[in-house]
């Protein structure tokens, strides 16, 4: 079982409002990684992190920012919710020191802005 | 960038025949390759991996194979049962964890009973 949670785990909220999706890890894992998931399947980075203080862009342009004060913690931030931000989220961590590239999830955060 | 391509999208099977899905990868560097099931409402879990010094790794009834020449790699699963109705995600990185990895599109795997 991979020690990596998301908070809620279900979202319903109107347009305008600021959300924060919420996402914890006890491995130790230096890197985080937010995925959008569409009905499509198909996985979306949009934002990722190697550390501390570290944050990037992922391939898929998104409104969301995300913070990494601390290495367990990377909160994801929608300032104003839109009924296009109605998603799946998921969360990620990962070791740099395993060398191995794999990815440990979280059980996703479904967004609904209605 | 790496580009990674998955087929199908879906594939539907009767319980105990075989399933195949590809994938082929564009970056030479990519050494990497593991392969995820995603289960309704969860995240994605690895299954299985493969490095590109090994040509084929096999775990009970799941394998993979690594064909770098062509660069393609394929998940096999033999005695399909109705449990693995999942979606599958291949995907590609280089250099271990010091690279951010490259998803495909997923399948979606149905096996019917």
């Known amino acids: 079982e991979a020690d990596i949670y998301q908070t809620p785990r279900y979202l319903v909220i109107g347009t305008g409002k600021k959300i924060t999706l919420e996402c914890s890890q006890t491995?130790?894992?230096?890197?985080m990684y937010w995925y959008q998931q569409d009905p499509g399947m198909e996985l979306h980075l949009i934002h990722y992190s190697y550390g501390v203080n570290s944050t990037e862009k992922g391939d898929l342009s998104s409104e969301s920012t995300v913070s990494r004060i601390r290495t367990e913690h990377f909160p994801l931030t929608l300032e104003s919710a839109r009924p296009s931000h109605t998603s799946q989220y998921l969360c990620a961590s990962s070791a740099t020191t395993k060398n191995t590239g794999e990815l440990f999830f979280g059980e996703g955060s479904r967004l609904t802005v209605l | 960038g790496e580009n990674v391509e998955q087929h199908p999208s879906t594939l539907s099977v009767q319980e105990g025949d075989s399933a195949v899905i590809k994938c082929t990868y564009s970056d030479s560097a990519s050494n990497y390759f593991p392969w995820y099931k995603q289960e309704l409402g969860k995240g994605p879990q690895l299954i299985i991996d493969i490095r590109s010094n090994v040509g084929e790794k096999k775990d009970q009834r799941i394998a993979v194979t690594l064909n770098k020449t062509a660069k393609h790699f394929s998940l096999h699963i033999t005695e399909t049962q109705p449990e693995d109705s999942a979606v599958y995600f291949c995907a590609a990185s280089a250099s271990g964890g010091s690279y951010i990895p490259t998803f495909g599109r997923g399948t979606s795997l149905i096996v019917h009973p």
């Open positions: 491995m130790g894992h230096d890197k």
